[in-house]
């Protein structure tokens, strides 16, 4: 793996200035799109949506297989990095991924032993692609306090809105309406609130006058009438000829444009209100799972397979897979159904069983059973050997943990 470390020393600056006239900038990525108030994860509606889905996806557990990189098992399920727990690293990512549609998977690696070191998450901000003169494809990038070049085949690149340019996500401009609109609405509600509590009295001078007796007659008449006045008797003299209360009056926006906005900002980040508020159901949250959390996870895992594994390590079965409990928001019954189900076929152990129940797992409890009952149509008439029901299986493995 080859790795250029560009240093901001004297010495090294011609260097440095040599390997950038080397490449070529792709520029085809393009911001997201800005608001006045900064951007999508500056709105609270669509950052509600942006970090509903990092947490969850954040949840999903890295799992390395194979016995090629025995170093990334450690990283990547539990401190990928010195400042960030897998938990932070893949919340991160999540977050860049939906208000840039670009994020970077970034190693850190050992020049000597090509050992992976760390692992960070890069924004489009801060990552470069380049294109060499001889065709290869590099990421120049800035984390943890280095700026590193590196084979862009040896980071991982995630993409949301893929569909114009061969590298890059396109930008969230089809959202910057309902963002204006958002931004409206709370523009709307905080200067009608602001207005509607201030001004609370109206009068009319009997008379023309300049600025300063305008001024100064309101301030007398605040003062006189306003300020510590507890009796509830308004008095002013001649110099007013009518002073009428403002009636304060709540501001109110259409409800129908409201739902309206909130429908667009969900469907746009692929989550309802019902996942935001964690009041979902059983079949809900399926339903979010399978559209928003289980595609991410699918190209995160392509990505840092692709990354870390070369061709002949994933012919023999090398891969990272982001997997998940799938039964954690199901009903008892349905776990229990499923746990039923699943052991007495073998597809599950006993732990995967604790595992739906939030238990931990027990020793020798990675065993496999399979009831003896299920025969091939053609072995019917065959005498088989005696039923061990998996009531008595389970009474076994008491009796060893005992």
Excluded at 98 to 112: G, H, K, Q, R
Excluded at 123 to 136: C, E, R
Excluded at 297 to 317: C, D, K, Y
Excluded at 361 to 375: H, L, N, Q, T
Aim: aromatic share 10%.
């Amino acid at each position: 793996m080859a790795t250029f470390h560009i240093g901001f020393d004297k010495e090294k600056r011609s260097a440095a200035t040599k390997i950038e006239q080397y490449f070529q900038v792709l520029s085809g990525y393009q911001p997201k799109f800005q608001t006045l108030a900064g951007g999508i994860f500056e709105m609270d509606l669509t950052r509600a949506c942006v970090v509903t889905n990092a947490k969850h996806r954040a949840k999903l557990k890295p799992v390395v297989s194979g016995a090629a990189r025995q170093d990334l098992k450690m990283i990547l399920e539990y401190r990928p990095n010195e400042v960030q727990s897998t938990f932070d690293l893949l919340y991160r990512l999540s977050t860049i991924f939906d208000c840039e549609n670009n994020a970077y998977i970034l190693p850190l690696v050992d020049p000597y032993s090509s050992r992976v070191l760390q692992i960070f998450v890069g924004a489009p901000g801060s990552t470069k692609i380049l294109k060499a003169m001889d065709g290869k494809m590099y990421a120049d990038c800035f984390f943890a306090g280095r700026r590193i070049t590196i084979e862009y085949d040896k980071i991982g690149h995630v993409r949301s809105h893929y569909y114009k340019d061969d590298f890059f996500g396109s930008s969230n401009a089809p959202i910057s309406g309902t963002l204006r609109l958002i931004d409206a609405q709370r523009q709307v509600i905080e200067n009608g609130a602001a207005s509607s509590g201030f001004f609370r009295f109206m009068a009319r001078l009997s008379g023309p006058a300049k600025d300063q007796t305008i001024k100064e007659a309101r301030d007398t008449f605040a003062k006189s009438n306003i300020e510590g006045n507890d009796s509830g008797l308004l008095l002013f003299d001649a110099k007013f000829q009518d002073v009428k209360q403002i009636e304060s009056r709540p501001v109110l926006i259409n409800p129908q444009q409201m739902v309206e906005i909130r429908t667009n900002a969900f469907e746009y980040f692929g989550t309802n209100e019902k996942i935001l508020t964690s009041s979902f159901t059983e079949d809900e949250w399926n339903a979010y799972y399978e559209g928003t959390v289980e595609p991410w996870a699918l190209q995160v895992s392509m990505a840092m397979t692709n990354m870390f594994f070369s061709m002949r390590e994933l012919q023999v079965g090398n891969r990272v897979t982001l997997e998940s409990n799938r039964m954690e928001y199901a009903s008892i019954g349905t776990k229990v159904s499923y746990a039923t189900q699943m052991f007495d076929r073998g597809v599950i152990t006993i732990n995967d069983i604790r595992e739906v129940f939030n238990q931990s797992p027990i020793s020798d409890g990675d065993k496999r059973y399979i009831r003896k009952e299920y025969a091939e149509v053609n072995q019917l008439g065959e005498s088989k050997e005696e039923e061990q029901p998996i009531e008595k299986l389970a009474e076994v493995e008491d009796a060893e943990i005992k």
